[in-house]
């Protein structure tokens, strides 16, 4: 269990330095990476090309983990995030990472959960629902 949290906490580790050096020891050469708003990578080339591209696009200043919980051959982490991108347009959001590991201790399924963390009642004026207007975040 500590390995595979040590494992996690560098992953996230490597984002907050910008440097990817490491992820072969990580991954599984045939991992499969689902970011809570869509996209999906497969294989750790295709892992590491997208690392190192978005980070020519943004910064990410905070991705702490709150919480382990282990079962099997997979691990979930809880954590809260921050980014910044080139543009200044700015993140933060609470969310949730499930990993599957191979029997050699590397990550080949890892899927993110987002949550917004701009949250409200939407029946604090009464029994009808008043939900805010505009669109929802992609999580």
Request: hydrophobic letters at 35%.
């Amino acid at each position: 269990m500590e390995e595979r949290e040590q494992k996690l906490r560098t992953w996230f580790e490597m984002w907050l330095r910008q440097s990817d050096e490491g992820a072969e020891a990580l991954f599984d050469r045939d991992a499969v990476y689902i970011e809570s708003w869509g996209p999906e990578y497969r294989g750790l080339e295709k892992i590491r090309h997208w690392f190192r591209e978005w980070n020519t696009r943004g910064v990410v200043l905070r991705w702490d983990i709150r919480q382990f919980f282990h079962k099997g051959n997979q691990t979930v982490a809880e954590w809260v995030f921050e980014n910044r991108m080139g543009n200044g347009k700015a993140e933060a959001f609470e969310g949730m990472t499930l990993v599957r590991w191979t029997a050699e201790g590397k990550i080949c399924f890892l899927q993110e959960f987002g949550c917004n963390q701009d949250r409200y009642d939407p029946y604090e004026r009464g029994p009808e629902p008043q939900f805010r207007d505009g669109q929802a975040l992609w999580f």
